[in-house]
């Protein structure tokens, strides 16, 4: 049979891009389409709508309000199946001639965040999205309905779709790479000295330097416990990050910028225990670093609890402004078998969701 896949945007990388790639590879003949194309040629042959050609291309805020009308005018087409990769409106797609007609199936990576749960994501604040939101909302709802099956990445977001869209769903969690993070990684010379000049254990923080990140709780962490910090990554948040850092825990945390992937894997293989605080649809770090052998303290909150399990691969933290709390945690984490985690985390291997979403599609259409 052949099929229709269908994605937002695609920017050079990302979780979501990762998703629609693993979903290509496991249906290798399926048209590819998405609203315009920034990713060059990892995701390739994949085919743009009209808005790729227009100055909206890339602008997704002014873009949003021209979104839903795009996705309903696509190209006549022949298809036994349509698969949306959703995480704005890409649910919404339909397609003209006899793909009009046939089974359509969504993979939610969360209804959209700034029209749904705004206090989640700051975009939501944007005065474009709060002028056409109010709008949005029950035509999103009402294109919901159109799916002959939904499938959510954790159940934290098939939760979202029931409030949002009134919907049941299933759940596939994302594909993570899990084998790479339990092997020794190529270190080059520099890179084997940055991994020397770190401390023998230690709490990791590990994403891009942006504030609902929440890489502090990483530093309160640390202080709680004891243990020296590393944070790994880079952006705009990191003058904050430093003086937190100076002013809470001075001389205690080290920050490596931009690892490489081989370096990161060692830090990973390394660290005591890695500290994911933020709200999260999934999480696919905590995953990484369970992968690793490392326990994970996660937000109480969020998809992560549903991959790290309390006192088994790390603990789940409601109040991280509670140093005895976190101190507790860390406690708890310390204590998890490193091979629990590696045999967790196979639960979220690539080879799991390609099976998933294969058996989702055949099994409704």
């Not at 020296?228 to 910028?257: C, K, M, N, Q, W």
Request: aromatic share 8%.
């Amino acid at each position: 049979m052949s099929g229709l896949i269908v994605h937002e945007w695609l920017s050079p990388a990302g979780g979501s891009e990762n998703v629609f790639e693993a979903i290509a590879q496991v249906f290798p003949e399926a048209e590819r389409w998405c609203l315009w194309n920034d990713a060059g040629d990892r995701l390739q042959p994949v085919h743009e709508t009209v808005l790729a050609r227009t100055p909206l291309r890339g602008r997704k805020a002014l873009a949003l309000p021209f979104m839903p009308t795009v996705w309903r005018h696509l190209p006549e087409r022949d298809a036994d199946w349509v698969l949306a990769s959703t995480h704005l409106f890409a649910h919404h797609a339909r397609f003209g001639g006899p793909a009009r007609d046939v089974p359509k199936l969504v993979y939610t990576h969360t209804p959209a965040r700034y029209i749904w749960v705004p206090e989640l994501d700051g975009r939501g604040d944007s005065l474009p999205i709060r002028a056409v939101s109010a709008a949005l909302k029950p035509l999103d709802r009402k294109r919901a309905q159109e799916p002959v099956a939904i499938a959510a990445n954790s159940r934290f977001i098939a939760d979202r779709i029931a409030d949002a869209w009134e919907r049941e769903s299933e759940v596939i969690y994302p594909p993570v790479a899990v084998h790479g993070f339990g092997e020794e990684p190529d270190l080059t010379a520099a890179e084997q000295d940055q991994l020397d000049a770190l401390p023998d254990s230690f709490i990791l923080g590990f994403s891009r330097f942006v504030p609902y990140k929440r890489l502090d709780a990483a530093i309160a962490a640390g202080r709680a416990s004891g243990l020296p910090v590393v944070l790994a990554g880079s952006g705009p948040d990191e003058d904050r990050l430093r003086t937190i850092a100076d002013e809470t825990y001075p001389g205690a945390v080290t920050f490596v910028h931009h690892p490489s992937n081989p370096l990161l894997t060692a830090i990973l293989q390394r660290a005591s225990a890695l500290v994911f605080a933020p709200i999260e649809d999934f999480g696919i770090i905590p995953v990484e670093a369970m992968a690793a052998g490392t326990p994970v303290l996660a937000n109480a909150i969020g998809g992560a609890v549903e991959s790290v399990l309390d006192g088994v691969t790390g603990a789940h933290v409601h109040d991280w402004d509670s140093p005895s709390e976190l101190r507790a945690a860390v406690d708890k984490a310390l204590a998890s078998s490193p091979a629990e985690c590696r045999v967790r985390a196979q639960r979220f291997g690539e080879d799991v969701f390609a099976r998933e979403i294969q058996g989702f599609v055949e099994r409704n259409v």
